[in-house]
């Protein structure tokens, strides 16, 4: 046990000291807990047209299994979206979205990709696929990215849904 806990622990006078002091403990082991279980974003990507469509890719892939906190770096904290119905949701409420998605996976094509300094959009399609293989929906996709502390994050998304595919 480091020696900061084990003062803390053996100093005690009184049982409300000794209370107080396991709650010191306890929130000290909480807070350097917390962040080994928080993801780790993604530093230093590259300015890259590569790069971005990369990353379109690793977000299909997360949301296909429902991982809403890799979702969470790739948005900016502004981050929008325009949803195939017209409808607009800001960055909390599509990751709440993420783990109620129905089973299926996304496969993206046609990407093209542009970068302008720290600003860059990737366009696509993606075709939705239900559990069996099945594709349920194609969605042309922008995506609207800024570089920001060491990575590319998305602060602006539009989804058009295309043909009759449901969704």
Not at 44 to 55: D, I, R, S, V, W
Not at 63 to 84: G, I, Q
Not at 118 to 130: A, C, K, P, S
Request: aromatic letters at 6%.
């Amino acid at each position: 046990m480091p020696h900061f806990f084990t003062v803390l622990l053996n100093s005690s006078k009184s049982c409300h000291d000794s209370n107080v002091k396991i709650l010191t403990l306890l929130a000290a082991c909480i807070a350097i807990a917390v962040p080994a279980f928080a993801v780790d974003c993604p530093k230093n990507q590259p300015k890259t047209e590569a790069a971005l469509k990369q990353l379109e890719q690793n977000w299909a892939e997360a949301l296909s299994r429902h991982d809403a906190d890799t979702v969470a770096c790739m948005a900016a904290d502004e981050f929008e979206e325009a949803d195939v119905d017209g409808s607009l949701h800001t960055r909390a409420q599509m990751l709440e979205h993420i783990p109620h998605r129905k089973p299926g996976s996304n496969h993206l094509t046609e990407l093209r990709a542009h970068v302008d300094g720290n600003f860059g959009f990737v366009r696509g399609l993606n075709e939705v696929m239900d559990a069996a293989g099945k594709v349920v929906a194609k969605v042309r996709f922008t995506d609207v990215f800024t570089y920001r502390d060491g990575r590319w994050q998305a602060i602006l998304a539009h989804e058009s849904l295309l043909g009759e595919a449901s969704r």
